[in-house]
C-alpha cells in the first residue's frame, strides 16, 4: 500500500492512501491532475471550515478557474484533529459549506 503524504497550511503532515485516493478518482471529474490540486489546496487554502457534524474535521477550500466542472472550489476533507491527520476525500463544489472559519486568506472569493 502506498501513503502518500502532504504538509498543509499549519504545518502539519497529512497521510493520503491508496484507498482514499481510490475513492477520489471514484468520481468522473476527478483525474490524475486532481492530486496536484489536492496538494495545493492543502498547502495554500482560500478557507479553512470545521465541519458542523464532526469537530473533528476540517474542509479546505481552494477556487479554481477552470477545473473539468467549470469554475469550482476544490474541497479536500480532512481529519486532522489526531495524532495521525489524514485526508478523507476531496471534491469540487460552488460553495463553502457553513462551519465555523478556522482560517481565511484575506480578500479570498
Not at 463553502?96 to 484575506?106: A, E, F, N, V
Amino acid at each position: 500500500m502506498t501513503v502518500r503524504t502532504f504538509t498543509d497550511f499549519q504545518d502539519r503532515t497529512l497521510r493520503l492512501t491508496d484507498e482514499r485516493w481510490s475513492h477520489v478518482l471514484s468520481h468522473p471529474e476527478h483525474d490524475e491532475s486532481t492530486l496536484r490540486r489536492i496538494v495545493e489546496t492543502v498547502r495554500d487554502p482560500d478557507r479553512v471550515v470545521r465541519s458542523r457534524t464532526d469537530n473533528t474535521v476540517t474542509l479546505l477550500y481552494r477556487w479554481y478557474d477552470r477545473t473539468p466542472v467549470t469554475s469550482k472550489y476544490l474541497c479536500v476533507v480532512t481529519k486532522t484533529e489526531t495524532t495521525d491527520p489524514f485526508i478523507i476525500t476531496a471534491y469540487f463544489t460552488d460553495a463553502i459549506k457553513k462551519g465555523k472559519t478556522l482560517w481565511s486568506r484575506p480578500n479570498a472569493l
